[in-house]
């Protein structure tokens, strides 16, 4: 069973930082795509960040210059390095990657974690 389980959430400054962490577990193949979205009170969820397997990246234009992208593939671990936060940042970050689980007749599919809240106030 795939699970994906995120960290680093929490209470910050305007102008502070944070580094989100998503860690997926259990029988896994092949990770593709590694993805952050994130979705503010009455709006749409939005792609914030994406990471290709072989470490091609793209991100929203809201975030360019201040969010960094990472993974670490021998921990099948996305980051999402976050700094110069503002207020409008505050939502809560989902990760996501498309994974090919090592199991007999296994097919690609998209995973998702659970949430983590992000809260960017003085």
């Known amino acids: 069973q795939v699970q994906l389980v995120e960290s680093g959430g929490g209470v910050v400054q305007p102008g502070g930082s944070l580094r989100l962490s998503c860690a997926a577990s259990g029988s896994i193949l092949v990770i593709y795509g590694m993805n952050w979205y994130r979705q503010a009170p009455g709006k749409q969820r939005e792609l914030v960040a994406t990471i290709t397997n072989s470490g091609s990246t793209s991100y929203a234009d809201s975030v360019k210059g201040r969010f960094t992208i990472s993974r670490d593939n021998a921990k099948n671990t996305v980051y999402l390095q976050m700094n110069s936060l503002k207020p409008e940042d505050t939502a809560v970050y989902y990760c996501?990657?498309?994974?090919?689980?090592?199991?007999?007749?296994?097919?690609?599919?998209?995973?998702w974690g659970q949430g983590t809240q992000v809260t960017v106030s003085s």
């Open positions: 996501n990657a498309n994974i090919l689980p090592r199991v007999v007749a296994g097919e690609r599919r998209d995973y």
